[in-house]
């Protein structure tokens, strides 16, 4: 049985998917023009934003800003999403900033990721900085922000196309407006700019009940495919989506649902084929620390969370890597992420990748593979949720799109 036939999503979620989810885009209604600011259509070529996957030599991207970071508030949702040895650090700080002392440090280390790859040729820029500790409500909830560190969480470029996420933590629901004055630059240059549906984040979108005590627990409900969230309306997060070409791959998560994925999948169509594939993952939260395309054909595949549909991509020709074991220390805090950082690597091209300074291990795998490692330090940075691939958005990379699997 074909990958497609096995793993597409259309079939897996037509029997209760019964409304078409249409994009909805920022109308010039909303976006007040001058003759100064006009909206105009350019050729891809000139097009502001484009990319096809993850591997064409990077040329502008987004990095992530440290700045105002606060701990989520502990929800069910952030429950599911962290590991227990962190519950009490989120009971205890929800709403409230991260260790100021350690955010400094983070601030540090992302700008200087930032030197370095503004020293490899790369534009980058940088969402707008937001007090995150405002509360705010709507009619369904109450909280405070996050932080604007992770812009792969909530946009992905599909083509000359940025799409906004319909992410799933209510302490998320404002992250999109550090992005807006970016987006609306890129539109007015020529970019398609989509906005998934909004969820509405009530209580109906998640299992308040879902039954989380130990790793058992998680283990056991993953492979029985239960998640916090529910299919009451569409969510999903942007790092569950990977991208090689015409095929886009997806995993159902404690964030992103099937309706999320159905949308992605109608959205796209009939260019883009979305394959769900799914892992051994107690926690499936993003895609990118557990399953990383780093270039035509080829991916690191996590030792502790196996693809289960491995063999298929293998049957396509594709080299799959293992990624050695990670370096960092036990005692280094990662509240929201596991030591598998390592693997969550930014490729500039498919001969350079922005890689951790102190993981050696992974830098000998790449040397061997003729990859060269591009070394920056980011791991305070990494407690906040993410390595490189997580703390950046690719906005546009020089290539063409093509299919890699056949």
């Known amino acids: ?74 929800t069910v949702e952030v429950k599911a999403n962290t590991y227990e040895k962190y519950w009490p650090f989120y009971q205890q700080y929800g709403g409230q900033t991260f260790p100021k002392d350690h955010v400094k440090k983070a601030v540090t280390e992302i700008e200087e990721m930032c030197n370095i790859l503004q020293h490899e040729g790369v534009t980058v820029r940088r969402p707008e900085p937001i007090d995150w500790s405002v509360e705010y409500k709507t009619p369904d909830f109450t909280s405070t922000g996050m932080y604007a560190a992770m812009p792969r969480d909530i946009l992905i470029v599909v083509g000359n196309e940025i799409i906004e996420a319909p992410m799933a933590w209510r302490a998320r629901f404002f992250e999109y407006r550090a992005y807006r004055p970016l987006i609306k630059e890129y539109f007015r240059r020529g970019a398609k700019w989509t906005t998934a549906p909004k969820p509405t984040m009530s209580d109906e979108l998640y299992d308040q009940d879902y039954p989380i005590r130990t790793v058992e627990d998680r283990h056991k409900l993953a492979a029985q495919g239960k998640f916090v969230t529910t299919e009451f309306e569409p969510c999903f997060d942007a790092a569950d989506f990977i991208r090689a070409g015409t095929d886009i791959f997806v995993q159902r998560s404690q964030v992103t649902n099937f309706m999320g994925i159905e949308w992605m999948r109608r959205h796209l169509a009939p260019t883009y084929k979305i394959h769900i594939i799914s892992f051994k993952d107690p926690n499936p939260m993003h895609i990118d620390a557990t399953f990383n395309i780093i270039g035509p054909g080829l991916v690191l595949s996590n030792p502790d969370r196996p693809c289960r549909q491995i063999e298929m991509f293998k049957k396509a020709g594709w080299t799959v890597v293992t990624p050695p074991t990670p370096l960092i220390p036990d005692n280094h805090p990662l509240w929201m992420s596991s030591k598998w950082l390592s693997m969550n690597v930014l490729m500039l091209d ?44 690719d906005v546009r990379r020089r290539g063409t799109l093509q299919s890699y699997f056949l």
């Open 350 to 393: 498919e001969k350079r990748v922005l890689v951790d300074a102190n993981e050696t291990s992974i830098q000998k795998m790449f040397e061997s593979l003729g990859i060269k490692s591009i070394k920056v330090s980011i791991r305070h940075a990494n407690s906040l949720g993410g390595g490189f691939h997580c703390w950046t958005t």
């Open 1 to 74: 049985m074909s990958l497609v036939c096995f793993v597409q999503v259309g079939r897996a979620v037509s029997g209760w998917v019964s409304r078409t989810f249409r994009s909805t885009s920022s109308s010039a209604a909303a976006l007040p023009l001058t003759a100064d600011e006009p909206v105009t259509e350019h050729t891809p070529e000139d097009c502001p934003v484009c990319a096809h996957n993850e591997w064409d030599p990077l040329e502008e991207v987004i990095v992530g800003r440290a700045e105002n970071a606060c701990v989520p508030p502990f």
